[in-house]
């Protein structure tokens, strides 16, 4: 029980005056960065890094924890009101929250997402608090093979139930793994697909770029092409009534989507290759394929924008892990966290624990005390998010154009990169119209960068023998899951032309 | 190739061991740490740029920044480089040092190409600043159509260089450099070491070894120097040549065992771990922690940057993270910069060309 007094300790220090102020400032800050489409939780951490130096080093890391936090919760808002995702994080919040908001229900996708965000941080809080010290053993269990298990499975998720159009789908992630090869090659040290030697290609394709030109431009065109400007929607309740009642209606429909993200989401996390992004993606997929009503993702089902919230927040706590007990950062923000903490005279590492426990207990305390912040700051200012959704789409549109161009830009620093958004922006807009899924092409692009260098790692591990992936102990069961699911449309489609057949 | 031992007359430091028994190799590389000249007039140096700095940051005064100024990381965020440039820029803004903020952004892509065409064609070249590694020389060798020639960049502030040390797991029951020499010839090619991406500072040292010692190691590169330790830990790999700051988390937790440094002496924090020099072999490699600017930079806003830097430089909170950090400190004025970027171009050019052999 001695984790308990730690626990009650650590709350304490994240409760000290200085400490909760900054957590209350940091949530608010965080939450309108990760609103910010394009600004995610890495450039709000990087660019108030500096700040810390003037603050004690629990107080300084407890402050950059609430940013990261706030920019979870706020990366849905832009997901849910404007479709364009506030964070890279926050992508596939866009595929059903924006329907929903369409729908006239906003609000409903936001308290969703912030329910959710709040389970998803609570529950990973509390297993961090438990199993630190094991789950990182977990992670360094987890070499290339079994990384690449984990994104074969990733992959067979969106491929099992990418809806009823498989070649489509199987079109959509090819598409975005093409993408994601371009750039420099870290395994042969060789530059690829560099296209007509247009240097900017070097850096390959950001995942952040993507997401604006498909969600952001793409689906304002969309939205301009399917009504004509002239969309209605309904005025959403903003009464506190309204916000109770949508509460509860995100209760019910979506407990299901936010247990698996806040549990998948944290898994994810803790291991240093991926992170929140591929966490919320694998939340989204696994939610999908385990409902009854998968039909309904994408066309806005509360679960489908809870599990992926859950997941981001969960997988947000989850990528401290490795960060503080391993010294390896489980995402890009954990990364500056982690360069801030050498800053601050900290060595990471697997005595920080033993070395360094009031920090560290200090830190805990404060992400529960965080997540409660952001989850009531987040429900106050839904009103105020939803209301901008009553301007009349004609003026929404060049705001939305404007706030992907400046996002775009904001994230990158790189004219090459707004021209990428808008190339990506009209080519998202014609796969719809031909009616190609798109998040999987989404999924192929963050994952891509993943999977492809756990593969030829392992591959040079085994010296070219795939059964590599299967006699591993982690590796094994995984792949084979992952097949199977893979698999089992193609099942399905010969079970049904057999019945066809003799009846 | 060169056989005159004359050219490193300097190498009396270690004593008879860099005798004829050296390649041609390690005798062009010998050029590289020739450096290591300095090393004994380091101390000189280093009190030399003390007295220096007074006039230089009075001088600089001339000339102020006018604009944010552009502070570009020559790779990802999380890695050796990113936590120096964060470093540096929380020290000076915490102590009021520049008028205009430094803004880091990190341009890692292309290892480090982007950001070197970014500081090629910068239209202003007087708040263009840029922190390095050692891919500021092999990108540009690798990559020949990028069209860098980085002579013509603007040398500031040599913060420091990063030494590569030779680490295995405590489970392995390996504890110096000749059980593992010996381990891997056993395995005969099944050996397994990771390090960072082909062409990369890892692989050249790893290269290096090999062949001085006639290894058969399988290279597994990853995208950077953490995951690399982390797949130690795991023990996914069998050794790897990360650098202090990277592994000293699990050295400390006792999980990793160095066995050998790749310095030119003895580090302060391992003072029972040989250098690769004791073993006979004039082979030292370090990553080089700098500061340069655009070509093109100004001579009045290369000495405001000098005189900045080197504040930071000899402040306390640097001086702290060295030690802590196990950087050695290697500090050059401008001409002895150029002369060093030289050397080292030289250099890695031969150890690519055998890389790529």
Known sequence: MEVFSFLVSGIFTALEPINLGLILVGVTVGLFIGAMPGLGSVNGVAILLPITFLVPPASAIIFLAAIYYGAMYGGAISSVTLGIPGASTAVATTFDGRPLALQGRASLALVTAALASFVGGTVATIFFTLFAPLLATVALNFGPPEIFALMLLAFATFVGLGGDDIPKTIFSICFGLVLATVGFDTISGEPRLVLFDIQGFLRGIGFIVLAIGVYGIGEMLWTIEQTRGEITTTNPKMTAKGLASDAKEAVRRGWKGTWIGSILGFFVGVLPAAGATPGSLMSYGVAKMVSRTPQEYGRGSPDGVAAPEAANNSASTGSMLPMLTLGIPGSPTTAILLGGMVIWGLTPGPRLFLDESEFVWGLIGSFYISNLAAVLINLAFIPLFVWMLRMPFTILAPLIFVLSIVGGFAATRSMHDLWLIVIFGLGAFFMRKFDYPLAPAVLAIVLGPIAEPTLRQSLLLSSGDPMIFFTRPIAGPITVIAIILILLPAFKLLRRRRSVASG | ?357
């Not at chain 2, 590289?32 to 004994?40: A, C, N, Q």
């Not at chain 2, 100024?69 to 120096?84: H, L």
């Not at chain 2, 292309?110 to 590694?133: C, I």
């Not at chain 2, 600017?293 to 005189?307: I, T, V």
């Open chain 2, 1 to 357: 190739m060169n056989e005159t031992g004359g050219r490193s007359p300097e190498g009396d430091e270690d004593g008879a061991k860099s005798a004829n028994n050296t390649s041609a190799t390690a005798d062009i590389l010998r050029e590289e740490y020739t450096m290591k000249l300095t090393k004994r007039s380091f101390l000189g140096l280093a009190l030399g740029s003390t007295l220096a700095t007074l006039p230089i940051s009075a001088f600089a005064q001339d000339w102020q920044p006018t604009r944010p100024i552009d502070f570009t990381i020559m790779a990802g965020s999380g890695g050796g480089a990113d936590q120096i440039a964060r470093f540096v820029q929380s020290v000076v803004e915490a102590n009021d040092m520049t008028n205009r903020p430094l803004i880091p952004t990190n341009r890692g892509g292309g290892s480090g190409a982007e950001a070197l065409l970014h500081l090629n064609d910068a239209r202003d070249p007087d708040h263009t600043l840029m922190v390095t590694l050692n891919s500021f020389y092999t990108t540009p060798i690798r990559q020949e159509g990028l069209g860098i020639d980085i002579e013509a960049f603007t040398p500031i502030t040599m913060m420091g260089v990063d030494p590569f040390v030779l680490w295995v797991h405590k489970d392995s029951g390996i504890t110096t450099f000749e059980q593992f020499i010996e381990t891997v010839r056993e395995m005969d090619g099944e050996y397994v070491m990771g390090g960072t991406g082909s062409g990369q500072e890892d692989s050249i040292v790893i290269a290096y070894m090999s062949g001085a010692y006639d290894l058969d190691i399988k290279y597994i590169p990853y995208d950077g120097g953490g995951a690399v330790a982390k797949d130690l830990a795991g023990q996914q790999i069998m050794a790897t040549v990360n650098n202090p700051a990277e592994a000293k988390g699990f050295y400390e937790a006792g999980d990793f065992v160095p066995l050998l440094a790749f310095s030119d002496e003895r580090m302060d924090a391992y003072p029972d771990v040989p250098t690769m020099k004791e073993k006979g072999h004039d082979f030292s490699y370090y990553n080089q922690r700098a500061i340069v600017g655009a070509p093109g930079m100004s001579d009045e806003a290369a000495a405001y940057y000098r005189g900045i830097f080197s504040d930071v430089y000899e402040g306390a909170d640097w001086q702290a993270y060295l030690v802590s950090e196990s950087l050695s400190p290697l500090p050059m004025d401008e001409a002895e910069t150029r002369a060093y970027w030289a050397t080292q171009v030289a250099n890695h050019r031969q150890l690519l060309s055998e890389i790529d052999g």
